[in-house]
């Protein structure tokens, strides 16, 4: 699997490029306050693409955050995608500000990846998770449980980027994938998960510790 660990993720630089090339073209005419919009542009576009290293916490049984952001629920539900539950499902919000490369919540198989087109609704809002497009991953534990973690699309947000295939391993805070500007992403944690998290709390992918099997 592509580790995609270098410091600003490749995907970001057709966004980076055509600023910082602008402001080098508006400073050598002279253009200082266009030369400053494209700077500023530019490193915002950076600390949005940047892919901090992360150390995933030891132990059995664990499940971490697969998202930087707020969590906005914390809830039962009996069913995720193809999969009948029920689950316990931590909905987590990135804003724009928020680290955007998404990890795995715990070791395991991708058995499954599920695309959905949808529509782009602002990723706060609770249908948002049924309507909008998502990209929703599987991971099946040695267990064979079966944890579920869908990235979902926001008002801004319009490209889910996965970077898993079906058949690999991940190990725990793994990169999986990510959203650009502003999304949700939701994970489906077994009904006997013991969650540690609740509405508010911030939550770091890869090192939040979310849950953990009883």
Known sequence: MNRKDSMIVGEGYPFIVPPAALAVVFAYTGLFWLTTLCSVLTLFVVWFFRNPERVAPSGKGIFVSPADGRVLKVEEVPRGENLTGPFRKVSIFMNVFDVHVNRAPCSGTVSAIHYHKGRFLS???????????????VIRTENGEDILVSQIAGLIARRIVCWVEEGIHVERGDRIGMIRFGSRVEVFLPRDAKVSVEAGTRVKAGETIIGWLR
């Open 123 to 137: 990723a706060n809002l609770d249908k948002a998770s049924e309507l909008n497009e998502k990209n929703s991953v």
